[in-house]
Each structure stands twice: as structure tokens, then as C-alpha cells.
């Protein structure tokens, strides 16, 4: 985008002067407008790369019209015109938030240079704020770790859902992670810059919890010695989750419904209301069409939230990304506690992909966080783990199989059936990776791919003797 001055100025002949100036000389877009008010309406709704204004105007002053701009996020580089016999204006609107001001009459050479300098600034804040969005969308979406095809929709819709400000309810088990999922979404949506304020609603007593939320003035209660910000307030121009929204309290639902019906919140003992711009998103294990049928929550605060619904999947549904996942705790984990690299051995991966993980992601990861620590060679084995998570492999039976869908039961055999074959595979080609493709009638990088998904060391089956 071309980049662009926009010059201010009560004076007509002025004004013409520097428009004519500017662009004949940097070649840059001009917009040249005699009025401050007006100036301000342009800058909220096409921001220009610098505004050059001077300071006394009537209506609306150059300092007034500064301290409007910087309230802005990312706001335009502003440069004051002054006389001479205003300078204390000028050394004040630098104080405000100035990038530089001018003396008139002015020389041509310095006003020039000044703007070349700000637009190189500008251009160079511009850059920095394009690096830190694309390194925020890189963080946020490495939070879900995995290549199968619901952590890919999963990401996918996220990325979708965080360019609207829609309610959004995010459904999932226990450790599948719904709050990554809710700060995905905050982290790729234009509230980045702005609080993501997370709220577990179980966790605050029912007592406390609508001061907590909405705030209170001072004297609404024994012992409100003063006004308190809730939680709304905190979060406003970002996001809100509400965690576990199913047990929020009948009586707080109402309100709840009420904020986000018309977008204002009324702290206990004011007697007005206060806008408010909040993303809400909440989040919930439960069944809340269950609930909504034992009367333990409302059915229209369950629309009003589930405008999207996004659903995050268990580790039984992925459990083709399980040693992806597992690999990227193991190096985290190395690194956090300045612990030389260590691997896992394909028994370990076994009984990842095997293990009926009840508390999912989260557990799994605090597993691999104990093994680290505790592990005593640069091997990480089964032995390394508690009792309850040394699980043999076993041989799948009817029973057991039958406990699973079809198309679950299909996938946890294929899924060792992978792991076993690539293993015997490779052990029996010494880890010769082309060789082993080669007579197993895959493509290199065929194989290449499914050894890194089930993070698979070639290098372990160089080490044993040859067998060919």
C-alpha cells in the first residue's frame, strides 16, 4: 500500500502550499483538509502513514487532535506545525506522543527531511508489526501438534472463526484442549493486542462470582471500601473465556444472556449500565443439551453462545499424531529443564498409541514431564513411567475390540499394525531407508513420512549387526 500524508491546516494558502510541496517532492498521496474534526473522522477511517497538523486551529486543536490519534491501536505518525511563539505547544505534544514538530515559517529542506525520516520510521514500525502478527499466528497455531484429519479441520476452522468476532462454544473432553483452542482464536483475531482474559467458572464461589464478572462500586456491600473492574471490564477490546459454562449459576446465566444481548454490563450498586466490546467464547465437557433438559441451563443462552461450535478431539480420535505429539512434550521438556535430547524407544511409542488415555493431551504431556525428569539414560522407556501407565501391549480380542466403534477398532489396529511393520522393516534393512521402501514397495518419501509421524529413529537399526 502506497504510503500517505495527511496535512491540516485552517489556513487555505498553507494548505495548498505544503499539498503541493509534498507530493511533487516525495511522491507520496496527500490528503489536505482545513479542519480538525474532519481530519479525525478521515484518520479513523482510512488511516494515513503520517498526519502533519498544525497546533492552533479553532474547533478542534492540533493537541487535541494528537491525543485523539493516539488512542487509536497502531495509530499514524503525527508531526506538529507551531510559530514560534507557541513552542511550549509543541514540547508538550511531544510529551503527548509527538514523532516531531515544525516552526513556521518553516524551511523546505527540514519539513522535507522530517517527513522522509517519519515515513522511514513508519514504514519500519509497519514491518515490525506484519513480523510480530505472522510470528503470533506461528505460535498460536503450533499449539496443536498433528497431521491427521480432525486436528487439521480443527485448525483450519479456528483460523476461519478468529477473523469474526462471533460467540463462539468450544465442546471437548477433559484435557483436549479447549482453552489452546480459545487462544488460538484470540491470538489470530484483530483483538491480539488486547487482554484474553480466561475465567474458570467453577473455581469462584457463587457468592463472589457476578462481582467478579461484572465489578461493584464502592459501598454496594459490606466491605466494598471501593469501585472494582470486573472481569468484562479487564478484557475489554479482547476476548473473555468462560471455562466450564456449564456450571455457571442459573442466576447468572440470565445476565450473562443479558450482556451479550446487548453488549453493556451493570456493576453491582451503579444505577448505570456500561458498554462494553468483549469477544466471548466459552467452553464446556458437559452435555449441555442434557442440562438444558433437567432445567439446569438455559436453552437461549446455549443459542446465544453456540453461534459456532467447535469440538476438539480426543486422543483416542487421534491417535495417529500421538508420537508426534509425544516427541514435541519430549524436546519441550528437555529444553525447559536443561536436560541433554532424549528419545523415546519404539516400546514407549507402543504403548502411547496403545494406552486409553481418560485425561488425554494433558495427560500424556504430564507423563512425559515426569519421564524426563526421572529417566535416567538418554533412552526413554516403559520402565521409566508409573505403574498405571505401563500398560502392556496387548493382543486385541473380540472383547476389548468390541468395546470400540467400528471404525475406531479399525483404526487402533491399523495404527499398530504401522508402527510394528515399519519397525520390523527397518530392522531387518539395517535402516536403510531407500532399501526398506524399496522392498516394501513404497515410495521413499512415502516412508519417510510415516516414520517421522510415528517418530521412528532410523538410526537405532544401524547400530544392530547386519542382517542382510
Known sequence: MKESILVVDDVPDMLKFLERLIQEELHVDVVALDDAEKAMEKVLKDPPSIVLADIRMPKMNGVELLRRIKEMDHSPLVIMMTAYGSIEDAVESLKLGAYDYITKPFDEERLLHTLKKALEHHDLVKK???????VKEKE???????????????????????????TVLIT???????????????????????????????????????????????????????????????????????????????????????????????????????????????????????????????????????????????????????????????????SEFNIAQKRFSEDTLRMFISRRWTGNVRELQNEIKRAVIFSKGEMITPEDFQNETRLPYPEENADSLLKLTYKEARKNLLEKFNVQYIRDLLDKYSGNVSLAARMAGLERQSLQHLIKRYGIHPEEFRKSANKM
Do not use: W
Not at 487439521?152 to 478468529?162: G, M, N, P
Not at 443459542?303 to 467447535?310: A, D, F, Q, T
Open 172 to 334: 471437548g473432553e477433559t484435557g483436549t484442549g479447549k482453552d489452546l483452542a480459545a487462544r488460538m482464536i484470540h491470538a489470530l483475531s484483530h483483538r491480539s493486542n488486547k487482554p484474553f482474559i480466561p475465567v474458570n467458572c467453577p473455581t469462584i464461589p457463587e457468592t463472589i462470582l457476578e462481582s467478579e464478572l461484572f465489578g461493584y462500586k464502592k459501598g454496594a456491600f459490606t466491605g466494598a471500601a471501593q469501585d472494582k473492574m470486573g472481569l468484562f471490564g479487564t478484557a475489554d477490546g479482547g476476548t473473555l473465556l468462560l471455562d466450564e459454562i456449564g456450571d455457571l449459576p442459573t442466576m447468572l446465566q440470565a445476565k450473562l444472556l443479558r450482556v451479550l444481548e446487548e453488549k453493556e454490563i451493570k456493576p453491582l450498586g451503579d444505577t448505570k449500565t456500561n458498554k462494553i466490546d468483549v469477544r466471548v467464547i466459552a467452553s464446556t465437557n458437559q452435555d449441555l443439551k442434557e442440562k438444558i433438559a433437567s432445567h439446569q441451563f438455559r436453552e437461549d443462552l446455549y443459542h446465544r453462545l453456540n453461534v459456532v461450535s467447535i469440538s476438539t478431539p480426543s486422543l483416542k480420535e487421534i491417535a495417529e499424531d500421538i508420537p508426534l505429539i509425544a516427541n514435541h512434550f519430549l524436546s519441550f521438556y528437555c
Open 128 to 134: 515490525n508489526i506484519d513480523l510480530e502478527k505472522r
Open 140 to 166: 498460536a497455531l503450533n499449539g496443536f501438534i498433528g497431521e491427521s484429519l480432525p486436528i487439521r479441520r480443527l485448525v483450519e476452522t479456528i483460523k476461519i472463526v478468529a477473523k469474526t468476532d462471533l
